[in-house]
T-cell receptor
């Protein structure tokens, strides 16, 4: 079974721009969660999508948004980029129940200049 | 608020020197405790899921245990390839909450 895939793997943007990241979950998984990882804050939850609906949301500003398509693929968008948005963005998929294991993709490394 | 604290922050061992990593947690309604391994620049790799106090799971040189307040990841006779950051996460009512991780280095 193929794992979680994320594209692109690396991105360089400048302040004020916007960016869209993509995540394809493991086949059959209906839940996709997004996390931001930085050296100072660790792994922080952004949001979770299940069956095309946002089910949970973390404490991030509205510049961070996402969506999920009918095939469970998900995209995350960050508008008006700030220097502090530089991070590793990780996507994780699971079958959907809260107690089920989440499997992570390789991440997208975003650098904002 | 759900919280996870991992200790130590960093641990350096000699090859073959066994030790344990700690994960203390407070959560309202534990739905699972998860251990992951993360290599630099890569996504976390799943290791174990524990659901109830007293549960134990093993995989090669690793063994995870769970009590009502903490979990331990025991590493027996580690090898240099076990060097990584080990992350602990608890599943609460709505989301996973991660600890800051323990950076483990195994010297040959």
């Amino acid at each position: 079974k193929a794992g979680v895939t994320q594209t692109p793997r690396y991105l360089i943007k400048t302040r004020g721009q916007q960016v869209t990241l993509s995540c394809s979950p493991i086949s059959g998984h209906r839940s996709v969660s997004w996390y931001q990882q930085t050296p100072g804050q660790g792994l922080q939850f952004l949001f979770e999508y299940f069956s095309e609906t946002q089910r949970n949301k973390g404490n991030f500003p509205g510049r961070f948004s996402g969506r999920q398509f009918s095939n469970s693929r998900s995209e995350m968008n960050v508008s008006t980029l700030e220097l502090g948005d530089s991070a590793l963005y990780l996507c994780a998929s699971s079958a959907g129940q809260p107690q089920e294991t989440q499997y992570f993709g390789p991440g997208t490394r975003l650098l904002v200049l | 608020e759900d919280q996870v604290t991992q200790s130590p922050e960093a641990l350096r061992l000699q090859e073959g020197e066994s030790s344990s990593l700690n994960c203390s947690y407070t959560v309202s309604g534990l739905r699972g405790l998860f251990w992951y391994r993360q290599d630099p620049g890569k996504g976390p790799e799943f290791l174990f899921t524990l659901y109830s106090a007293g549960e134990e799971k093993e995989k090669e040189r690793l063994k995870a245990t769970l009590t009502k307040k903490e979990s331990f990841l025991h590493i027996t006779a580690p090898k240099p390839e076990d060097s990584a950051t080990y992350l602990c996460a608890v599943g609460g009512a709505q989301k996973l909450v991660f600890g800051q991780g323990t950076r483990l280095t195994i010297n040959p």
